[in-house]
């Protein structure tokens, strides 16, 4: 019988592949697109993507964080949280179907209402194999979970490719979504068997009452931090062009493929994980030290390599174009840097059921990010990502910290904090040191090449004279893995 180690490095090694492979194809996607479609059609599929990613938000209604916590799910509430989700989802796309035309008019671009109109179908889709999705998780079935997200992927990558290649312009990304997930609910549906012999035509929001006790502050917690995580491309393509609002949504897709790759392995590991562990607080805390120590150590050097040679990536993914926006893409890799580790708070939200917690933390980080929005909007576009992004998140870093971490586990601030220190410390180290060979007037390719040996040799010989109880523990995960 597997263990729970045995369990969770199975769990880091095909939620690593899928990570890494699902952030590489989606990169290559946007790479090529970018040299087809203009930066006013990535804005204005920027504008859709926040009327699905809400709508999603509803049709879950945090039943998915109730079926991760609760650990004795009987045949009926699986059938009842399945009905439910598939109901919701018609009635969500189908209000937004309707309302398509009002937004359309609000951009002052009849392509916006019809883009959402398809997109809306996109939220039917995925209600239908939520319930799927997640029991593979809670089930810690990594390895079929990250197949069918690695080959949903794939498809969306190739078919909108192809689509964009015949003239199918800003369309190519709505059907390649489309495609992608009706490929990925047919898989998810029919690859559970174990689930759908426990489902029927069963319906009773009775029998999962106790689930929305739970997923009721998950659903307006998940909300607000919608808004908040959304405020930035809200305001944007509210005060500036569909073409800034392109701009910024390619360098913010680039920033987070990073944010993407690695806290998905720790987090679809962690919270399953350390649901089992909940009644042990000394246990959690420990385990939750070992996260940010290791999300810390893989994160931060790769963000500040980012910020460092921002130009010629931008230069080889999208094109010469796309290098004026070198100093965007730095702001945002120093945010993503931040927020890639700031964002395991939610891990013990859901671990512990304290979604309470997560609703207050998200709307005091809702209200300051709507005051630094407002007091920055007539700034320059530049200066103003700067205050939205940056500052928002270092006058919620500490709030964060309180409202959640301390309440839930025996963990000191300074603790916490150092955890991150030593990785970042050494990873702005090692970018000083390899910064100025960058200015040097050497060939692009060879210049990131000394760059990179010179900040990675700078990096893991720090690393492991500070830090080397955290690199040992990755490498012996790395060496399993491998």
């Not at 040299?35 to 938000?57: E, K, Q, R, T």
Request: aromatic fraction near 14%; include cysteine; hydrophobic fraction near 55%.
């Amino acid at each position: 019988m597997s263990t729970l180690a045995d369990n969770a490095a199975k769990g880091v090694k095909w939620t690593g592949l899928s990570s890494f492979t699902n952030a590489l194809v989606k990169l290559v996607q946007v790479s090529i697109l970018a040299h087809v479609l203009s930066p006013g059609d990535f804005g204005l599929i920027a504008i859709a993507y926040i009327f699905l990613s809400l709508g999603d938000i509803l049709v879950d209604m945090g039943l998915t964080t109730a079926v991760l916590h609760f650990q004795n799910i009987s045949s009926r509430q699986y059938s009842s949280i399945f009905w439910a989700n598939a109901i919701i989802g018609v009635l969500i796309g189908a209000i937004i179907f309707l309302f398509r035309n009002i937004i359309a008019d609000y951009y002052h671009d009849s392509v916006v209402g019809s883009v959402i109109g398809w997109l809306s179908l996109n939220i039917v889709l995925i209600s239908i194999s939520r319930l799927h999705r997640t029991y593979l998780q809670k089930q810690l079935e990594f390895k079929k979970m990250s197949i069918i997200e690695m080959s949903g992927s794939l498809v969306m990558c190739v078919g909108s490719i192809i689509l964009a290649i015949n003239g199918f312009g800003v369309y190519s990304l709505v059907y390649g979504t489309l495609i992608s997930s009706l490929f990925t609910t047919i898989f998810l549906m029919v690859s559970v068997p174990s689930l759908n012999s426990q489902l029927s035509f069963f319906l009773s929001l009775k029998s999962i009452k106790e689930f929305y006790s739970v997923g009721l502050y998950q659903l307006f917690g998940s909300i607000v931090e919608f808004f908040s995580r959304e405020i930035d491309t809200m305001f944007i393509s509210s005060y500036f062009s569909l073409t800034l609002l392109g701009y910024y949504t390619l360098c913010k897709q680039l920033a987070q493929r990073i944010f993407t790759v690695v806290n998905p392995i720790i987090v679809k590991v962690a919270v399953p994980t350390l649901a089992l562990l909940q009644d042990n607080p000394k246990a959690i805390s420990d385990a939750f030290v070992k996260m940010i120590r290791v999300a810390s150590t893989i994160n931060y050097p790769i963000y500040i390599l980012l910020a460092i040679v921002s130009r010629e990536v931008l230069r080889v993914l999208y094109g010469s174009a796309y290098i004026s926006q070198s100093s965007l893409l730095t702001l945002l890799a120093i945010y993503y840097s931040f927020l890639s580790i700031g964002s395991f708070t939610g891990v013990l939200v859901v671990v512990k059921g304290k979604t309470k917690n997560g609703l207050m933390l998200n709307l005091i980080r809702l209200s300051i990010t709507l005051c630094v929005c407002f007091l920055s909007q007539r700034l320059p576009f530049l200066e103003y990502v700067a205050a939205m992004t940056i500052g928002t998140f270092i006058l919620t870093f500490y709030v964060g910290f309180r409202l959640t971490i301390k309440r839930f586990i025996p963990l000191s601030f300074k603790r916490y904090l150092n955890a991150q220190i030593v990785p970042a410390a050494a990873a702005t180290l090692a970018g000083l040191v390899a910064w100025p060979i960058w200015n040097f007037n050497l060939d692009n390719v060879l210049a990131f090449i000394i760059v990179l040996v010179i900040f990675m040799a700078s990096y893991v010989s720090m690393s492991f004279l500070f830090n080397k109880d955290t690199m040992r523990y990755i490498c012996q995960k790395i060496k399993i893995a491998v």
